[in-house]
């Protein structure tokens, strides 16, 4: 793997880095809300490590993977490219109870706990390396949320909602930090955030520590700024289309 970008590659970064700040700023400003209200994390999985390490020094900070063993190689070859760099590392995607040791050693949050079993799953794996004295404190997460009860597309329906966030905020390896929705592609857009706020609200009100809502992707970022999203995720805005293969 080459170490650094042709220049091109890191003008066209920039660029849309760019771009997708203005945006941003657009939408907070027609929504009436601050932009320090509302993080950007780069979803960088299929994208080589030098673009993200362009990125880092473009100033961004937050990165979201969605594929344990992918995301495994890249935190380590970016820790290489740019040494000491304060990141936070997001897992976005489908977890397997099985991969959750892969992640722990690099995540800073998991924002795809969709049932109690891999909340769990996660507290235990926090413990035994509590136990190892590989980390202290518990892991923040966000509870990934299904608008529409798809479970191709991940997340807990309305119905187990109330129930998953209280196991989650009484398990001690976990720290209830929001909610986490991806608005379904067939879904009048404004609708489905709307959905998706509401249930962030209620989720909220029963824990009032859990303020974070990672709503919004390249596509329906004024939608999701609109409707409160404090965190959004995007990636082909950002980074073009994917460039690794996909396993
Ligand atoms: C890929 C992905 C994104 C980013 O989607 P884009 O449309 O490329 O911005 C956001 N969230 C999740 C969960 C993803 O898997």
């Known amino acids: 793997m080459a170490d650094s970008n042709p220049p091109e590659r890191t003008a066209d970064l920039k660029e849309r880095l760019g771009a997708v ?6 939408a907070c400003r027609a929504a009436g809300r601050d932009p320090h209200e509302v993080s950007l994390l780069a979803v960088t999985k299929t994208v080589p490590a030098p673009d993200v390490a362009d990125l880092i020094d473009l100033g961004l900070t ?10 495994a190689t890249k935190v380590a070859e970016v820790t290489a490219l740019r040494p000491g760099a304060d990141l936070r590392w997001h897992f976005v995607g489908g977890l397997q109870r099985n991969k959750v040791r892969a992640v722990l050693p690099w995540v ?14 996660i507290d235990k794996e926090v413990a035994k390396a509590r136990d190892r004295g590989e980390r202290s404190g518990p892991l923040p997460v966000l509870v990934q ?3 529409d009860g798809d479970p191709e597309r991940g997340g807990v329906p309305d119905d187990g909602l109330d129930e998953l966030t209280d196991l989650v905020r009484d398990l001690p390896g976990l720290e209830l930090a929001g909610l986490m929705a991806v608005a379904p592609l067939d879904r009048e857009p404004e609708r489905a955030f709307a959905e998706i706020a509401e249930a962030a609200r209620r989720v909220r009100e029963r824990h009032p520590g859990a303020t974070e809502l990672s709503a919004g992707m390249s596509a329906d970022l004024e939608v999701a700024v609109d409707h409160g999203s404090t965190v959004v995720r995007v990636g082909t805005a950002l980074v073009g289309e994917r ?3 996909s396993e």
């Open 21 to 26: 700040r203005a945006r941003l700023d657009a």
């Open 62 to 71: 937050g990165f979201a993977e969605n594929r344990a063993q992918e995301a």
């Open 108 to 121: 800073t949050c998991i924002e795809s706990v969709d049932s109690p079993r891999l909340a769990r799953a």
């Open 145 to 147: 949320y299904s608008v």
């Open 243 to 245: 460039r690794i293969a």
